[in-house]
Structure formats: C-alpha cells, structure tokens
C-alpha cells in the first residue's frame, strides 16, 4: 500500500493539503453565491478569505516537498509524487486567479447570460476539486477501486468543463456589445480561462493519481 512505502508525516500533510483544497473551493462557491445576493462586501472578504487559505496551502505545499526531497524513495515513485503535488497546487493556484479577478469585476454589471455560464462552469470546478480530494484521501487509505472511480468521474467533468468554456467564450463573442466598458469582456474572458484552466488541473491530478495507483499501490 501507498500508505506503507510514505512516511506518516508526509500523509498528514498531504491529508491536510486536501482539506485546505476542499476549503479553499468552498469559500470561492460562497463568495459567488454572496456576489449574486448583491452582498458584495461579504463576497470580497469572502475572495480575500480564500487567498488566505491559500497561501496556507502553499506552505503545506512546500514543507511536502522538501520532505520528499530528503527522503530516500525510488527516483520513479517520488517523480509522480512531486507531478502529483504541483497539480494539486496548479488547482488553487487558479481558483486564486479566478478570486483575485472576482475582487475587480463589476460582476452584477456582467451581462446574466453570460454570470450563468461561468456559474455553470464553477459548479463543475467545485465538484471536480472536491473529488480530486476524495480520490487522494482514498488512495492513501489503500481504496484504489474507489479512488479510480472517483477519477473517472473527474475526466467526465473536466470534459463537461471543456464544453461550458466553449459556450461561454461564444456567448462573449454575440454579447460583446453589451459590455460597458469593453474592457470588462477582456477581464470576463480571463475569468473564464482561469476557471477552465482549474479544471484542467483537476484532471491532471487524477492522472498523477492513477499512476500512483497503477505504477506502485502493488509493489
């Protein structure tokens, strides 16, 4: 088991790491709710909540990696560990961009067509990152079935992603006249990028993990 070949403290970290993930996706989906509430105070302290925890995150991040470092593991499973952490990072790294966008973006003047279709593609982010969490948590408990289940169902999504950044990058093309002032669609499309690129992540950590699983949860 993958638990065996790891030291206990690398576990709670990467165990820790995975509850800052599942923190941090939840702030960010309370602040949207909040923006949309017209509560836009609350929202921001929400965002600024989020990067925060964020960057207890990247503190986790670090002290995994220099533990890795010292350690004597094989070359090839401490690879895919050391992929496996930075897509993790590459996960709230941008749901940091997309919070710190959100702190600047008039987001009740964004034209609601287009508020839905980034909510839309947050809702799949949300239930992606959370599921890249349970699929850590159940590799490290030795559930491979499980957690390959759980990383199938993240593809599924990270596809579903794909699909709402197509249409909302169209919907920018047809509404583009209703942005006042036109910078605002250039600061949207950022937005939506950013969301899409977290969803990438979210599957790349799921490959990462199925390569734990696969190349080493046996040996």
């Known amino acids: 088991m ?3 070949i790891l030291p206990e403290q690398i576990i709670d970290l990467l165990e820790d790491y995975t509850e800052h993930i599942r923190d941090i996706i939840n702030k960010f989906r309370t602040a949207i709710k909040l923006m949309n509430e017209m509560r836009t105070g609350e929202a921001r302290a929400k965002f600024a909540e989020t990067l925060e925890v964020q960057k207890e995150a990247d503190e986790i991040r670090k002290k995994i ?3 890795l470092e010292e350690m004597r593991l094989d070359p090839g499973f401490k690879q895919d560990l050391f992929h496996l952490v930075k897509r993790l990072d590459r996960i709230t790294d941008w749901i940091k961009e997309a919070a710190r966008e959100l702190t600047i973006i008039p987001y009740l003047e964004v034209p609601e067509d287009i508020r839905t279709g980034i909510e839309k593609l ?7 990152a ?7 948590e159940k590799t490290i408990e030795g559930k491979y079935s499980e957690a390959r289940e759980i990383i199938e169902k993240i593809e599924e ?6 699909e709402i950044d197509v249409e909302n990058r169209g919907k920018l093309l047809m509404l583009h006249e209703q942005f006042k002032p036109y910078t605002l669609a250039i600061l949207v499309h950022d937005l939506n990028h950013d969301l899409e690129e977290a969803a990438d992540a979210c599957r ?7 390569a734990l699983i696969v190349g080493w949860a046996r040996k």
């Open 157 to 162: 999504i990270e596809e579903r992603a794909d």
């Open 2 to 4: 993958i638990r065996e």
């Open 65 to 67: 990696i220099a533990l």
């Open 122 to 128: 947050i809702d799949q982010i949300v239930e992606a």
């Open 130 to 136: 959370e599921d890249v969490a349970d699929a850590v």
């Open 204 to 210: 790349e950590a799921g490959d990462y993990l199925r």
